[in-house]
């Protein structure tokens, strides 16, 4: 008799297949890549694409889900960087964010940034971008110890829990003379306060309002020569669509090289449920991915 239950898929069928060399080969010489060129492998599998990318002299950046064979990509070949696809799928995404937003801030050398929500998804790619883009002093804001505690290892000079009444004190302390450029993505009551935190000819950029809170601004508040801008993503990418490109090899760079720092949580997408708990309870660190 046959076993009950639905019949099994063969391996093909999932979504996954290997490349045979020969393909692999043509890919590689179709794309044209080049001596030097920094190239992201994504869903690199077994290597096929990767042997011939290093063949062809390029810069290989392996994105690969599966644990196993991540392993064994970084085990096989010699002078690649083998990341994660939960990691690598914020680069185009949150990462471009946070570059962006502070490039709309024009970010100079010496400025003194201050990041909300900063061990956030977004927040803590900003804090590490700002230090890299010439930031003079970085202050960010979280709401527990060890979101504090994380943003100090990622390099802010200052780390400010905003959920005691006192936060805004506290960033005046660090930068008595006010904030060049703010990222402010939670809204409310936290953008009316970073508002009045800014130096003269300060900027604040908006990105989010996690808080939900919609807010108005009064004219008034932006008098003493002070700047709010918005940022979308995809606003930025028809504005300045080979800037946007441009930030994506950048940030790629980073990531190879290890510059950049991602945090992310990967957890099954049975466990939806629990998924929602970590949010809910604001416990999450980086960015929370839910795998299929």
Known sequence: MPASGPPRRAWGSWGWHRLADEWAAR???????????LVLD?????GALTAHLLRAGARVVAVEWHPGRAA??????????VVRADAASML????????GALRTGRLGQGDTVLITAGAGAIGH???????????????ATAGSPGKLAFLK???????????EPGWSDQVRLAAPGGVDVILEAVGGEMLHKSIGLLAPFGRVVVYGA???DLTSIPVTSLFPLKTVSGFSLLAWRAADPEQARADIAGLTGLLETGQLHIA???LPLAEAVQAHRLLEDRTVIGRLILRP
Do not use: M, N, W, Y
């Open 153 to 163: 290892e990622l390099g802010a000079d200052v780390a400010v829990d905003h959920t």
């Open 264 to 266: 992310a949580t990967a």
């Open 125 to 139: 790619l900003a804090v590490q971008l700002a230090r890299q883009q010439g930031a003079g002093t970085v202050i």
């Open 42 to 46: 994504i869903g690199a599998g077994e």
């Open 27 to 37: 890919v590689v010489a179709a794309a044209g890549v080049r001596p030097g060129e």
């Open 72 to 81: 064994k990509l970084s085990h096989r070949f010699s002078g690649i960087t």
């Open 210 to 212: 996690a808080a939900g």
């Open 92 to 99: 185009p995404t949150v990462g471009a964010v946070a570059l």
